[in-house]
């Protein structure tokens, strides 16, 4: 016992790394291993959840010129993601939060990256020759087991003769099992009689350590499986297999003077048939509200093989990702790949429908300017006009896509948008708005897709009011030809209107008002070759200040410019070096007083030796943005654009035994921003954070972490000299602003009643300039195999302010 009143102190982390930054809406951020081409899964802590309306993360993966958005699902107090394994990509990702509040505004984690804090690294480990020597002959990844079936078996056949066999460890979650495996030649055979008692029901990690003859660390496999009940593995083997899990929870938070109680029911449903397969899910909330967009989720999808999919619910679709890339609908997706022919088609609803709010009534002639005053139903309101609290047309989308050409070594494809606001879907509303893209994009791959072309491009219409609907002959009649605005045959405007119409509604709220200069055009094209062990990216953007589509929110755009990266490879993967380099510049239909030019360089080094040595990865970045404007120029001077910013960083991460087996990480980052513009906001940041988890025994592990973070902003006040004639002289009123903190995390997860309950604490104080103690703790407990029931209680103090707490009850059935 003396143990676990010991390790109460600690907080617990087992395979997962956290970090934890200032934040009011984020308490921590944890994932797992970041291994090359393999889906990650990032998990954000929530506080103040009454507050959130919606969380996305940016993410880019090295060299990239822009951060793509994926919506995280809410459920509970924690915010989840999953990145593709495309994205997952050496050396590492840059990536940051945006928190949308309900009242409009928006936050990010960390703090302050619109003033120039520097974004999240997460170091990405690659593939390596030795996967591919040492083989896990059985279980395979995700494979169901009962206790007497199970049997862990190692093949050494494949391994180089400074590989000694006889000193290879086995692990099941994190619990050394080797003195129950038998040793034979050139294979290592553990069974579930050998084992019993040393695996329990459920999800097992197995975890194998490779040494050489000098008895260093060689290798690491990891592999989970899954040991279930007689029964459950009678069903799993039918022909039908089958997997579910419900979730109820119960919490209660408190946060300054306001308490709130929350009620949240999820499932998930995995069924296979033969070369079927079917996935439920369900999220229901107590946060649902009419008047604000959905928090419910719910979803099913049916797949066979790679030949057909289809989704119903909230789906997530990816097309071309200048068109529609990730952005949640409710309504149906899916696609049928036949190789010479496919297609993939979504259609539903992005926004819900919220209406408006009068807020005072107007007789005719009273009515003030304002956006947010509109025409209103006199009738009804005794009024012609309204001041209002505008609601939100419910707007849909569709998108079809056909494509020729399995994607191997071709596809052709060919895309299309339209998207709408119902104008009718809500009475207090205004400026309903409309949107068209036709896009192309095509794929050739050479010599095993060594050698890879791709490209897109895509052009837009906008139609940012329909509310009045296509332009009559009259009012063309009026505005075209002799005596109108524009001296253009009216018959023409007609022609266009009737053949444009067809797409989007024509008026004079439709948009690229330039087309010729190619305002709503976006394209972009790429080279990839890897050869030598080098991966080469050379590629191409061209984003007019007028492409919109309505399935892309966060695209970035009035941009064009060029971005090569090359990764290479050395000594089977353990050293990567990577370089990058963007140069791109903006005012693409000379819409600035300006020019902006954004040059970036990248760099990298990252060091993986698998053996008796720390995984090293260095990195520098360098932005220089500069639109050539001369601050001495009184009549441009607060437009010019001229910052440099520089950003080091180092991360190191070791496996060792010291008593115990222990892993440990250590990152530091520094960056300085030197901003010559006319608000002249200098900053400095640094950061630190070391951590180290312990693994005591088969019940006990524990994590001591410790964050350092210092923030310095220097502004520069630039006041006209009235001594001097000359204006462009200034007096300088320097103010810095220092921002510094550590925290200090300890903590534990202990295991007793036969694995039956598991507890863990945390308990995280912060000293400096932000001050605060965070309490978790956990009590979970295996009521049955498949039925558990948790405690949660989390408690936030803010000295001189409140104490702010979270406490709920969990309930999780396994079938």
Known sequence: MKKFYYAVLFIFISTVSIYSQVSDYISSLRHGDAKEKSPLTITAELVQIEQISAINIAYKIFGENEYRKLEMLITGNSASVTLPQEAVIPPYIDYYL?????????????????????????????????????????????????????????????APSDVDISKTKIFLNDAEVTSLALFAGELIVLSGESAEGSVPMGSSLLKIEVYDKEGNLYHTISK???????????????????????????????????????????????????SWNFNGYLYFTSEEKKHLQPYNRYAASIKNGDWLELRVGDTYPRFPNLILDGKRIRGVSGELNFGAFNIQAAYGETVRKIEGQLIRTYQAGEAPLGSNIIAIDEAKYNAPYGQVSLGMYSRNLLAIRPSFGSGENFQWGFTYL???????????????????????????????????I?????????????????????????????????????????????????????????????????????GEAALNMNYLNNALRVSYIYRGNDYFSFGQSFLRTDVKGINVVDRIRMFDNKLFLSVGYENLEDNLQETKIATTKYQTINTSLSFFPRTNFPNVTVGFSRFDNNNDLNLKDTTYQRYVVDDITNRFFVQLSYDFIAGVRHNSSLSFTTQ???????????????????????????????????????????????????????????????????YDY??????????????????????????????????????????????SLAFQARIYRIPDKATNSIIGLVTRLTF
């Open 98 to 158: 945006m928190i949308d509040l309900k009242d409009g505004t928006t936050h990010t984690y960390p703090e302050g990256i619109d003033q120039g804090v520097s974004t999240l690294q997460l170091a990405v480990s690659g593939v390596t020759e030795k996967d591919k020597e040492i083989i896990v002959l059985s279980p395979t990844d995700g494979e169901y087991l009962t206790p007497e079936n199970l049997l862990i078996s190692i093949s050494f056949v494949k």
């Open 224 to 274: 989970s499986f899954q040991v279930v009940t007689t029964e459950v593995f009678a069903e799993v083997s039918g022909r039908w297999k089958y997997f579910g899990n419900f979730r109820g929870e119960s919490r209660s938070e408190s946060y300054s003077s306001s308490s709130t109680w929350y009620n949240n029911l999820s499932a998930d449903l995995n069924a296979e048939y033969e």
């Open 418 to 452: 339209h998207s709408i606001d119902d104008k009718e879907s809500v009475e207090l509303g205004a400026r309903p708005q409309e949107n068209a893209v036709l896009g192309t994009d095509m794929k050739i791959a050479f010599d095993d897709q060594n050698f890879v």
């Open 454 to 522: 791709t490209s897109q491009a895509a052009v837009s219409l906008h139609n940012t009011d329909i509310s009045s609907g296509n332009l009559t002959d009259a009012q063309i009649d009026s505005i075209f030809g002799p005596g109108g605005y524009y001296d253009i045959d009216p018959d023409d405007v007609k022609k266009i209107r009737d053949i444009v119409g067809k797409v989007i509604t024509v008026n004079q709220y439709i948009g690229p008002l330039n087309p010729q200069e190619f305002a709503s055009l976006a």
């Open 672 to 738: 300085k921003r030197d901003d010559g513009s006319f608000s002249a906001v200098n900053s400095t940041y640094n950061s630190g954070t070391l951590t180290l988890n312990s693994y005591w025994n088969k019940q006990l592990s524990s994590i001591f972490q410790l964050i350092y973070s210092s923030t310095e902003l220097e502004r520069i006040g630039r006041i006209d000299d009235t001594t001097t004639a000359k204006k462009y002289d200034y007096i300088i009123e320097k103010t810095v602003q220092p």
């Open 742 to 787: 550590v925290t200090l995390t300890l903590g534990c997860k202990y295991k007793l009643l036969e694995d039956k309950l598991l507890l863990s604490a945390t308990l995280s104080p912060s000293f400096g300039d932000f001050k605060r103690q965070a309490l978790d703790f956990i009590a979970d407990y295996n009521i049955l195999a498949n039925l």
